[in-house]
Antibody
Framework: EIQLLESGGDLVQPGGSLRLSCAASGFTFSNYAMSWVRQAPGKGLEWVSGISGSGGSTYYADSVRGRFTVSRDNYKSTVSLLVNNLRAEDTALYYC????????????????WGQGTLVTVSS | DIQMTQSPSSLSASVGDRVTVTCRASQSISSYLNWYQQKPGKAPELLIYAVSSLQSGVPSRFSGSGSGTDFTLTISSLQAEDFATYYCQQSHSNPRTFGPGTKVEIK
């Protein structure tokens, strides 16, 4: 059974930082790209960042580029998102998502989702 | 970036109704279009990929069609468990973008 378990969400002040983590199991982790998708309270889905299976390619939404950094450890089957210089508009539930493909340049789909970790940015 | 729009933003329907949701891309995305279903308090789930392929376990009352810029999700006979929000998403290029969602509510 494929499982994605996120952690690291918290209440943080504007300008603060967090490290979100996702522990994956039930599949050959290094074979698949992973993404982070967020959802602000009562709002829709926003793709935030993605990383190829090898970790050699990373991608970001314009809204977070330069502030967020995605990485993965294929030995530990984990993917992380370092979120810096947080703003109120970053408040959201952050989902760890498994891609169907190994790269972020193939026509893929998000076939498994975690339950999310909540980031709240407020003073 | 490719912008995705959906219509309607919400709809009310009864069990047994045929429901259609439309998704439009700001440029051609060929057949690289996926649909997700999200129920309240739950994570989204993949429903349909590559326009018309049903994810494993998805009932056959769900179907998808379209190509290029215009796509459709159809539920042939709405069931109680189908009341949810539906999102389209393009996988043609990065950044992967989602539509704003269509909430299907009980009439």
């Amino acid at each position: 059974e494929i499982q994605l378990l996120e952690s690291g969400g918290d209440l943080v002040q504007p300008g603060g930082s967090l490290r979100l983590s996702c522990a994956a199991s039930g599949f050959t982790f290094s074979n698949y790209a992973m993404s982070w998708v967020r959802q602000a309270p009562g709002k829709g889905l926003e793709w935030v960042s993605g990383i190829s299976g090898s970790g050699g390619s990373t991608y970001y939404a314009d809204s977070v580029r330069g502030r967020f950094t995605v990485s993965r450890d294929n030995y530990k089957s984990t993917v992380s998102l370092l979120v810096n210089n947080l703003r109120a508009e970053d408040t959201a539930l952050y989902y760890c998502v498994k891609d169907h493909c190994g790269s972020m340049t193939c026509p893929s789909r998000f076939d498994y989702w975690g339950q999310g970790t909540l980031v709240t940015v407020s003073s | 970036d490719i912008q995705m729009t959906q219509s309607p933003s919400s709809l009310s329907a009864s069990v047994g109704d045929r429901v259609t949701v439309t998704c439009r891309a700001s440029q051609s995305i060929s057949s690289y279009l996926n649909w997700y279903q999200q129920k309240p308090g739950k994570a989204p789930e993949l429903l349909i990929y590559a326009v018309s392929s049903l994810q494993s376990g998805v009932p056959s009352r769900f179907s998808g069609s379209g190509s290029g810029t215009d796509f459709t999700l159809t539920i042939s006979s709405l069931q109680a468990e189908d009341f949810a929000t539906y999102y389209c998403q393009q996988s043609h290029s990065n950044p992967r973008t989602f539509g704003p969602g269509t909430k299907v509510e009980i009439k």
